[in-house]
């Protein structure tokens, strides 16, 4: 089953300016990873330094292979920009509601 990723990120406030770049160079290996669907960036209206990137994966495995990927040989580094520790959260489509 489908997942939706929300990757919530807050970015130390002197890193605003350099924080597209890394995460257009990041994302790119994002959309390119098996059973990746697709991934969106929103930028909150009041605070530029909040960010929230919002992955579609084919299911929950591909997620967590991309998830253990990242933690490993694909890290990314973008935790020196952070303000914050960035915050998971995996959504099902639920047909119930």
């Known amino acids: 089953m489908p997942?939706?990723?929300?990757?919530?990120?807050?970015?130390?406030t002197e890193a605003v300016s350099?924080?597209?770049?890394?995460?257009?160079?990041?994302?790119?290996a994002t959309r390119?990873?098996?059973?990746?669907?697709?991934v969106d960036?929103?930028?909150?209206s009041t605070d530029p330094a909040h960010v929230l990137v919002v992955e579609q994966?084919?299911?929950l495995e591909?997620?967590?292979?991309?998830?253990?990927?990242?933690a490993g040989d694909g890290a990314s580094?973008?935790?020196e920009l952070l303000a914050a520790p960035p915050v998971l959260t995996r959504f099902e489509m639920s047909f119930k509601i």
């Open 41 to 44: 960036v929103l930028v909150d």
């Open 57 to 59: 994966w084919a299911s």
């Open 18 to 28: 350099t924080a597209a770049a890394v995460l257009r160079d990041i994302l790119s």
């Open 62 to 70: 591909h997620d967590e292979a991309y998830r253990t990927w990242r």
């Open 77 to 79: 580094g973008l935790g």
């Open 3 to 12: 997942i939706t990723a929300h990757f919530d990120l807050n970015f130390k």
């Open 32 to 38: 390119a990873f098996d059973g990746c669907l697709g």
